[in-house]
């Protein structure tokens, strides 16, 4: 076999970073004294490597988080209710693992939507498949599915997601038939999958937005009693960057 039919059967075989590092080997004299698996291993471990950062990617994007989030970047600044260790520590994604939930609660522009992204996108990167909906986007696609036919085959999808994250939830008062959804969205991942809850309304003020007693019953204890909780507090995030930006203008 030549040098080029190899080539050519890595492209074929969609093996395209392995031939590249090949051809690196090839052609770098750096690599002549290296034993054979040595090489072998490199050469596999960069397409491991590359499949590995493409999968992330893939995943990062299908999630559709709303935002350019990372834990690096969060403002762990006095005065937040943000414990460091806590979020790097749930940035591990060992709850989801656990097939837990997480409640992200605080005033409006307190900065849980980018907390949750951040959460969500290490979740990715721990290899965790992950899908993000503002509440009434995803009440909406409820809606939509059931009268397309469709509700199963959607309720299958969000079920199989390892984290499912849902922002603005409760910040409006929701309809039965809206209820009898997240019920059923929520009963399907209860012990199976985690979710993230991302709400500006107290859990204790939930009951208040979900016209039936029994499913808001129904659907609280599917979350919260055994749910990990952040407290974001202190100024709107949007207002101090606005300060800031008028600050430097």
């Known amino acids: 076999m030549t040098y080029q039919t190899l080539e050519e059967q890595l492209v074929e075989l969609r093996l395209s970073t392995f031939r590249n590092a090949l051809r690196e080997q090839r052609e770098n004299p750096k690599y002549n004294d290296l034993p054979f698996e040595d090489r072998l291993s490199m050469l596999v471990e960069a397409e491991?490597?590359?499949r590995?950062?493409?999968r992330i990617a893939r995943n990062i994007r299908l999630a559709k988080f709303p935002m350019q989030a990372a834990l690096e970047d969060v403002d762990f600044a006095p005065g937040r209710g943000l414990e460091r260790r806590y979020i790097l520590e749930l940035g591990q994604s060992?709850?989801?693992a656990r097939r837990q939930?997480?409640?992200?609660l605080g005033p409006t522009g307190s900065g849980k939507s980018y907390l949750a992204s951040a959460l969500g996108v290490a979740a990715t990167r721990n290899q965790y498949t992950v899908r993000y909906h503002r509440v009434a986007r995803l009440l909406h696609a409820l809606t939509l599915a059931r009268q397309e036919g469709t509700l199963l085959n959607f309720l299958r999808s969000l079920a199989k997601?390892?984290?499912l994250i849902i922002?603005?939830?409760?910040?409006?008062?929701?309809t039965i038939q809206n209820a009898q959804d997240?019920?059923?969205v929520l009963d399907d991942r209860f012990g199976h999958a985690a979710t993230l809850i991302s709400s500006q309304v107290p859990v204790a003020d939930w009951h208040l937005r979900i016209p039936d007693p029994t499913l808001a019953d129904a659907i609280l204890d599917r979350i919260v009693h055994t749910a990990?909780?952040?407290q974001l507090e202190g100024e709107s995030q949007r207002k101090l960057r606005a300060k800031r930006s008028m600050s430097h203008s």
């Not at 922002?167 to 929701?174: E, N, S």
Request: aromatic share 10%.
């Open 48 to 50: 491991y490597i590359q």
């Open 52 to 54: 590995r950062e493409n």
């Open 94 to 96: 060992e709850w989801i």
């Open 101 to 104: 939930n997480l409640l992200i």
């Open 161 to 163: 997601t390892k984290l």
């Open 167 to 174: 922002d603005d939830w409760m910040r409006d008062t929701i």
């Open 182 to 184: 997240l019920l059923e």
């Open 228 to 230: 990990h909780r952040v």
